[in-house]
């Protein structure tokens, strides 16, 4: 029972509720739609990421014989219950924002067009796909808006949460600008190319860190970047310049240099006075060491050298934001709009579109959230993606998803491409939506 | 190619560093050890967890022919290498912290003792495992500090990061002595208890809520825990009075309601009183909705006639401290101890053993960091778990490990147990190893 592939990897109560569904022939059409509540403290936007995973995840949902025997047995579900799950597959429809798109409190993300049963048991694991990948796709955004043209790699896999974790962060990342990752199985799975030099336990194995620094240099001849902050930065950048000359006459070019630790900026200075001093000016230095975008923004701010940063924990964690308050909500049943009224946690009913309004120039000038069937102006966010359990159209690139997040960042009005907060983004509430919520306040229950 | 078991879910410098050593035959033995720098803000201990997962990790590690396959198709390894991998087993020692131990900084969780390239090469999902794990274990053991013998339960998996993620929150919540998890895959392999009623949206699909509480009554009859805070809290529960006794007759009770937004506290008393009134005294109140720790001791410090609380998001992803600053170091290669000096990253040399003084009540007094040859009083934690690739004993059952947390928590100083942070617990570090590390600083580069 593979965890990313199971259909158990759910909340018991998905299992129950379609016991219920089942129970009272439950299956009329439901619309549910997935959004974040509030963005988290200092982000300005959200850029959506985890489509693709979740439309695999639609497409190939059954329980296998294993599954469905661990079901019979655990003393919950009656026989006839657990042969309607053997043939239980998604074939309902999904809306959704392209990957890559940029988006904002409220807004929907995904909207499903199920059988209720359908649509109400795959809440557990869409969210857990999105919400994941949405996390750190907004948070790479960030990184590559501070540092603009710099080397930039997902080193996080080891502190990640888990291994599915591990790969989504690096496609999430590469997907928002990212250069690449270091976690292998991204490259063989997604394409996603791939950084990585030595670790310290390398340098430390040999007698002498410049036997280390050679010794690689002649096994990865065509990916030279040595780790100099073992024992001593400096003197380890005048061991590289010394070995250069041996090196060069064998082909081999010493690419980088990889600062972890001490005051990156200032080791960036005289580790590139050193390597310039000898004549190793093509030599680029790569940073790396519990970095943010933050800290990337002050050291390049200082005048830092710095031409490449591996970002690991607090990209892969999104370490000051690691949640976002995302939901998935029953908007309509049966063709009626729905609307849950708990305190603080109230929803917007119906079947909603995402209008989006540019100026002259493309920037983002402001959205409306309304009903999908009362057009507004602007472009129109939500597209069908899925149809009867099937994909409309294959996968798109992660080259097409990079280049939509780079036209999205640059087309985002100025103040929210910075770090801090900024005044939110205008997303008005269509008129005829808030009518439609008063409404249900008044007759449902 | 599976996350949770490919062998490629590694950093491409592990690959690389493997190509070296193979290169140069640097097979002698290494010895490597996990430990975490220091203790996030605020927390007083950690609990270690993920051992059982590294052992099936380290037992089964190999890649596939899909997976050599790809590394000799991506232009960086030659054939030689290629082949050497397909026969690469993991054939070392470790000595680990049985599950359920509590720890503190700069103490080994793990030790690894092999031929140096498979001893490297595991580093990066061994981290990857044991930290995600002890961060959720640690994490958990404060929420069982601040609701003792209340029922608690992980609710996190949507907002987990991932898969493998959601599911090993449910083990490290249950190991540290939560009472289950909503996750179904979580009891179908680890055999945890199942908790989970119902969603709002099974409310809002029906007409009536009554009618939503009568259906799920029915269909679970067991399992009577209804979701009263969609629409009004009170009314709802005044809702359950006045079914109960319908259901009464079909010999159905309900266990519980559970409430999810609001105040709380102030609609738990007002439930209560309208349960008791109504004759549902046995009728349990069980909250969710946002909670950690500290939002569980303030509502029963407060006098809330609360009996369980479910913990998602702040469970899973440890919001507060979402990451460790856990690391796995070289400290000895081929009999010859090693140390880092980085700076603000030194480590300490050599193969290192803690030792544990107690009091005569069995409260914990301090431990002694030293070298595992040079022996100390106290007890001895890090326990021989595996040799030559295979474990030494079974896997401990949960029951084991939930009961190894419980006397472990119980033995802390009392100033460590609260939820606010206390002056550091003691760890020595002994005079040798002390000494050990000058000297190598001296003499190593």
């Known amino acids: 029972?593979?965890?990313?592939?199971?259909?158990?990897?759910?909340?018991?109560?998905q299992l129950t509720m379609l016991h219920a569904y089942r129970d009272q022939d439950m299956e009329e059409t439901a619309v549910f739609e997935m959004f974040v509540r509030r963005l988290p403290a200092g982000r300005n936007f959200l850029?959506?990421?985890?489509?693709?995973?979740?439309?695999?995840?639609?497409?190939?949902?059954?329980?296998?014989?294993?599954?469905?025997?661990?079901?019979?047995?655990?003393?919950?579900?009656?026989?006839?219950?657990?042969?309607?799950?053997?043939n239980l597959r998604f074939t309902g429809a999904v809306h959704a924002l392209p990957e890559g798109t940029v988006f904002f409190a409220n807004e929907p993300i995904l909207r499903v067009t199920a059988p209720l049963?359908?649509?109400?048991?795959?809440?557990?694991?869409?969210?857990?796909?999105?919400?994941?990948?949405?996390?750190?796709?907004s948070k790479a955004a960030r990184c590559v808006l501070a540092a603009p043209a710099k080397i930039l790699v997902d080193f996080g896999l080891r502190r990640a949460h888990?291994?599915?974790?591990?790969?989504?962060?690096?496609?999430?990342?590469?997907?928002?600008?990212?250069?690449?990752?270091?976690?292998?199985?991204?490259?063989?799975?997604?394409?996603?190319?791939l950084f990585g030099t030595m670790a310290h336990s390398l340098i430390m194995a040999h007698e002498r860190e410049e036997a280390a620094f050679e010794h690689f240099a002649h096994v990865q001849p065509d990916n030279v970047v040595l780790l100099i902050d073992t024992y001593d930065t400096e003197a380890a950048a005048r061991k590289a310049v010394q070995i250069a000359p041996r090196l060069r006459e064998r082909g081999i070019t010493i690419k980088?240099?990889?600062?972890?630790?001490?005051?990156?900026?200032?080791?960036?200075?005289?580790v590139r006075r050193i390597l310039d001093e000898g004549g190793l000016k093509e030599t680029i230095i790569f940073c790396s060491g519990d970095l943010d975008e933050h800290s990337t923004k002050e050291l390049l701010?200082?005048?830092?050298?710095?031409?490449?940063?591996?970002?690991?924990?607090?990209?892969?964690?999104?370490?000051?934001?690691?949640?976002?308050?995302?939901?998935?909500?029953?908007?309509?049943?049966?063709?009626?709009?729905?609307?849950?009224?708990?305190?603080?946690?109230?929803?917007?009913?119906?079947?909603?579109?995402?209008?989006?309004?540019?100026?002259?120039d493309g920037t983002l000038a402001g959205d409306c959230l309304g009903l999908e069937d009362h057009p507004h102006p602007g472009e129109v966010l939500l597209q069908p993606v899925m149809t009867g359990g099937r994909r409309l159209a294959p996968a798109e690139s992660l080259?097409?998803?990079?280049?939509?997040?780079?036209?999205?960042?640059?087309?985002?009005?100025?103040?929210?491409?910075?770090?801090?907060?900024?005044?939110?983004?205008?997303?008005?509430?269509?008129?005829?939506?808030?009518?439609?919520?008063?409404?249900?306040?008044?007759?449902?229950?």
Chains 1, 2 share one sequence.
């Open 399 to 445: 080259a097409v998803l990079r280049e939509r997040v780079n036209q999205q960042l640059a087309a985002l009005p100025p103040e929210l491409r910075t770090l801090t907060a900024a005044p939110p983004y205008a997303v008005e509430i269509a008129p005829e939506l808030r009518e439609l919520a008063a409404h249900l306040d008044q007759t449902n229950r």
């Open 1 to 13: 029972m593979d965890p990313c592939n199971s259909a158990l990897l759910t909340d018991l109560y």
């Open 47 to 86: 850029v959506a990421a985890g489509l693709e995973q979740c439309l695999d995840y639609l497409e190939n949902f059954h329980f296998t014989p294993e599954e469905l025997d661990w079901l019979a047995g655990c003393g919950r579900f009656d026989r006839d219950f657990v042969d309607y799950l053997a």
């Open 162 to 193: 888990g291994a599915e974790a591990g790969l989504l962060a690096a496609r999430a990342a590469y997907l928002a600008g990212f250069t690449g990752t270091a976690t292998v199985l991204a490259g063989a799975r997604f394409g996603i190319p």
């Open 256 to 270: 980088g240099v990889r600062l972890d630790s001490g005051d990156l900026a200032e080791h960036a200075r005289q």
């Open 301 to 360: 701010a200082a005048g830092a050298p710095i031409d490449g940063f591996g970002i690991g924990t607090r990209l892969d964690i999104s370490v000051d934001a690691p949640a976002l308050d995302c939901v998935y909500k029953l908007q309509e049943y049966a063709g009626n709009p729905k609307r849950k009224r708990s305190e603080g946690k109230a929803t917007w009913p119906g079947r909603k579109q995402i209008y989006r309004g540019a100026l002259a």
């Open 117 to 137: 049963p359908q649509a109400q048991f795959v809440e557990s694991r869409l969210i857990n796909l999105i919400h994941f990948q949405t996390l750190i796709a």
